[in-house]
């Protein structure tokens, strides 16, 4: 039986379900009837046509519109937000490229001259990501058979050279890495929330929705660990979400991260001044109980710790600015994510650990992402294994 219900665009919507393997699956929706009357009547003519065999994609309808549709039923607010972002992102280029074009009239030629143009005014990396969620559609719809064939067997990804990130900029080196540390743990710097965070990301390498979701319970003092089980979300994902916790990345990204004595000392102290502070104060509180918690008791922004993080490495000496007072390659919260996964890869931790360590949804993402540490690893351990063996001689 079809679902009705009312969003916060006061506008009627219907979904249907199947039970498959005993589980509910989604199989379509639909909205913006303004009318409950309306919308019922449509999802009573989807399910007859279901429960007899005749229900058939409209053939007519746009790549867009298919594309809207299938997120909706099968991907919307069942992920994090960034993953979500992922498939938002995919529609505004379908929307650029294909416009109104209907999904069963995209050739071959038309998806490759997609991401032919795509290419030439992003990375390769942003056009990778696009073809991932966009094929993603197209091959099930070529497995339902709502297309005969699929558009995107054999497509090339290609991209802007000159947009690419640089490594340098992706990785901060070890000594300014150890140098921001340093910083960060000293008792003048520790007692802030921004601070505080980008400290405990630079020796974990959380996510910084991770660690913005970061709650006291999930702190262990006692084992000297922290439990990830959420995320923070600073946006809406639609008019029927609000900023908040969410689901993490991926399945493996619930974990549990070891962290350093030194880190657990700090983070004791932390939490005593920000309890003193707390209780000092008439209007502060902490319901959530977040370990980073801003006035407005809310986790603190990732632009704001992005703009504190510029500026102490500006202070420090690891960035520079240009002649426009502008920051020269600035490391962003993400950075600090790949600089520790570096930092552990570089010094013999084994692969899967640090997989697992930073949540990855497989070893390969881990192995992909970081080959070049992994490679150097390698090349350090053929130049001692060739020193022991011309030891025989």
């Not at 999930?218 to 916790?245: R, Y």
């Not at 959530?288 to 801003?294: I, Q």
């Not at 949804?361 to 070049?372: A, L």
Request: with cysteine.
């Amino acid at each position: 039986m079809a679902y009705l219900y009312k969003r916060t665009d006061n506008l009627w919507h219907w979904r249907i379900n199947r039970t498959i393997d005993g589980k509910r699956v989604p199989i379509n929706s639909k909205g913006g009837f303004k009318l409950r009357s309306a919308a019922k009547e449509e999802a009573e003519c989807i399910e007859f046509e279901l429960k007899h065999g005749t229900y058939k994609v409209d053939p007519n309808i746009s790549f867009a519109s298919y594309y809207e549709n299938w997120f909706n039923t099968y991907y919307k607010n069942k992920m994090s937000y960034a993953s979500n972002l992922h498939f938002t992102n995919a529609l505004r280029v379908i929307k650029e490229y294909f416009k109104y074009k209907k999904i069963t009239e995209i050739t071959r030629d038309d998806y490759q001259n997609m991401l032919n143009d795509f290419g030439k005014h992003h990375a390769k990396e942003t056009a990778s990501s696009r073809h991932i969620y966009i094929s993603k559609c197209l091959k099930a719809a070529y497995h339902d058979g709502v297309i005969k064939k699929d558009p995107t067997w054999g497509a090339k990804v290609t991209g802007n050279k000159n947009l690419e990130k640089k490594e340098s900029d992706k990785f901060m080196d070890f000594a300014d890495f150890k140098k921001l540390i340093t910083y960060l743990s000293s008792e003048d710097h520790w007692k802030t929330p921004n601070h505080c965070i980008i400290l405990t990301m630079c020796m974990t390498g959380l996510r910084y929705e991770e660690a913005a979701a970061l709650t006291w319970d999930c702190v262990d003092f006692e084992h000297g660990t922290l439990v990830i089980n959420k995320a923070w979300s600073e946006h809406s994902q639609d008019n029927d979400m609000k900023p908040g916790f969410g689901p993490t990345k991926n399945a493996n990204s619930n974990r549990t991260v070891a962290i350093d004595e030194k880190l657990v000392t700090t983070l004791k102290h932390y939490k005593r001044a920000q309890d003193i502070r707390i209780l000092k104060s008439r209007t502060l509180s902490n319901p959530k109980h977040l370990l980073f918690c801003e006035r407005n008791l809310k986790p603190v922004a990732n632009g704001g710790v992005n703009k504190d993080l510029k500026l102490i490495c500006y202070q420090l000496g690891i960035i520079k600015k240009n002649r426009q007072g502008r920051y020269v390659h600035p490391y962003t919260s993400h950075s600090l994510r790949h600089t520790h996964a570096s930092v552990l890869l570089y010094n013999h931790i084994d692969v899967a650990y640090v997989s697992k360590r930073l949540g990855h949804k497989s070893i390969m993402i881990t192995y992909n992402t970081y080959i070049h540490i992994i490679r150097e690893a390698q090349a350090r351990e053929d130049e001692k294994v060739e020193q022991t063996l011309m030891g025989f001689y």
